[in-house]
């Protein structure tokens, strides 16, 4: 296992496109966060699923953004008639739920949006 | 009122130096604690994490947290060049991680 994986690592596109980002956590790990960074700050909560149900999502998340984790396995985060201000990294981290290893998130390269 | 305050930065130091990292905190609830490292372009890793108040040590770094001032650091000593990245302070409460905006260090050989 090599970790968790995030593609594409970089995508450029312009105002108004849609854009999907693709998450493969550790293969045992049941959990699985989204979030967003931009320069100069921390890791923002964006959702997270445990297996396939998506238990929580954050207020800031509007509605153009859809994450997905259909077989509690991958996941996909999909940000539709994307603005400037979606500019930011995308983290992807998970973990393995109960016991101690869900209080330790391992996190993804990372997928980098700009908007043009 | 963030959830968790950090410093910025930056902090440069001379390569051997001690650094100390901090981050305060508001909720009391929260009962997990996190330090991570990111360097440019990369994802978080964990450096160290634990539970209760005290000093918990792993090799050059040291984590310390004060719940009752709600206050928790970090120190590296004998710091490299290597060690040159963003340090993230994050707590968890429930199945909810808060991080700090992170405090970026160079190490100057």
């Known amino acids: 296992d090599t970790g968790v994986s995030q593609d594409p690592r970089h995508k450029i596109t312009k105002r108004g496109q849609n854009v999907t980002f693709r998450c493969d956590p550790i293969s045992e790990h049941n959990r699985l966060y989204w979030y967003r960074q931009t320069l100069g700050q921390g890791p923002e909560f964006l959702t997270y699923?445990?297996?396939?149900?998506?238990?929580?999502k954050s207020r800031l998340l509007s509605d153009r953004f859809s994450a997905e984790r259909p077989k509690g396995s991958f996941s996909t985060l999909e940000i539709q008639r994307t603005e400037q201000g979606d500019s930011a990294m995308y983290l992807c981290?998970?973990?393995?739920?109960?016991?101690?290893?869900?209080?330790?998130?391992?996190f993804g390269a990372g997928s980098r949006l700009t908007v043009l | 009122q963030k959830e968790v305050e950090q410093d910025p930065g930056p902090l440069s130091v001379p390569e051997g130096a001690i650094v100390s990292l901090n981050c305060t905190y508001s909720?009391?609830?929260?009962?997990?604690f996190m330090w991570y490292r990111q360097y440019s372009r990369k994802g978080p890793e964990l450096l160290m994490y634990t539970y209760s108040s005290g000093n918990k040590e792993d090799g050059r770094f040291t984590a310390q947290v004060d719940k009752s001032s709600k206050y928790i650091s970090l120190f590296i000593r004998d710091s490299q060049p290597s060690d040159s990245a963003t340090y993230l302070c994050a707590m968890l409460v429930g199945n909810q991680f808060y991080f700090g905006t992170g405090t970026s260090l160079t190490v100057i050989p």
């Open positions: 981290a998970s973990s393995l739920a109960p016991g101690p290893g869900a209080n330790v998130l391992t």
């Open positions: 699923f445990q297996n396939e149900a998506q238990l929580e």
């Open positions: 909720n009391s609830a929260f009962q997990y």
